[in-house]
C-alpha cells in the first residue's frame, strides 16, 4: 500500500487526531501559565508577612535568629583582626582532598601530555628535513645522471620521490 501526502487530507481520522492535538496542547499551556501565576501570587504572600501575625513564639525565634547573625558577624571581625588563626588552617589544608589530588593528577599528566607532544614534534620535524635533504639530493642526482638514463628510469625515479614525499 502506498502513502502519499495528499491523501491524508481526504482522511477523517487525521482531523480528529488534530484537534486532540490542538485541545491537549492549549490545555497544557494554561495549565503552564496558571501554575506560574500561583508561584508568583506565593512568593509575594510571603514577602508581606506582617509582624502583627506572628505569634510571641515566631517573634522570639526571629529574635533569635537577629541575634545569632549579630553574634556571627562580631566573631568574623574578631577572626579577620587576627591573621596568625587563617596561617594555621593553611598548614592544615595542606594535605589535600581525594578531588583536588584527582585534579593535580590530570593537571600532571596534562603537562607531560604537552611535553611529549613537544617532543614528538620536534621529532617529526627532523625527520621530514632529513626527507627534504634526501629529496634533494635524489633530484641532484637524477639531474647529474640525466644524459645516459633513459625516459622509463627518470620516470621512476620521479615516482619513487613522490611517494617518499607523501609520507
Do not use: C, H
Request: charged share 35%.
Amino acid at each position: 500500500m502506498k502513502f502519499s501526502i495528499y491523501t491524508i487530507w481526504a482522511d477523517y481520522y487525521f482531523y480528529i487526531y488534530l484537534v486532540i492535538f490542538i485541545a491537549s496542547f492549549f490545555s497544557f499551556l494554561f495549565a503552564l501559565r496558571k501554575l506560574l501565576i500561583s508561584k508568583e501570587e506565593g512568593e509575594a504572600a510571603e514577602d508581606d508577612i506582617n509582624d502583627d501575625a506572628l505569634t510571641g513564639e515566631q517573634k522570639e525565634i526571629l529574635s533569635q535568629d537577629l541575634s545569632d547573625k549579630q553574634i556571627i558577624e562580631s566573631s568574623e571581625k574578631k577572626l579577620s583582626s587576627q591573621p596568625e588563626l587563617f596561617e594555621e588552617k593553611k598548614e592544615q589544608n595542606s594535605v589535600l582532598s581525594p578531588a583536588e589530588e584527582f585534579i593535580k593528577d590530570i593537571s600532571d599528566s596534562l603537562s607531560n601530555i604537552d611535553k611529549r607532544l613537544s617532543k614528538l614534534e620536534a621529532a617529526e620535524k627532523e625527520k621530514n628535513k632529513k626527507s627534504e635533504e634526501f629529496a634533494l639530493k635524489f633530484l641532484e642526482d637524477i639531474i647529474n645522471d640525466y644524459d645516459s638514463l633513459d625516459k622509463e628510469k627518470v620516470k621512476a625515479r620521479i615516482q619513487f620521490l613522490i611517494s617518499d614525499l607523501k609520507k
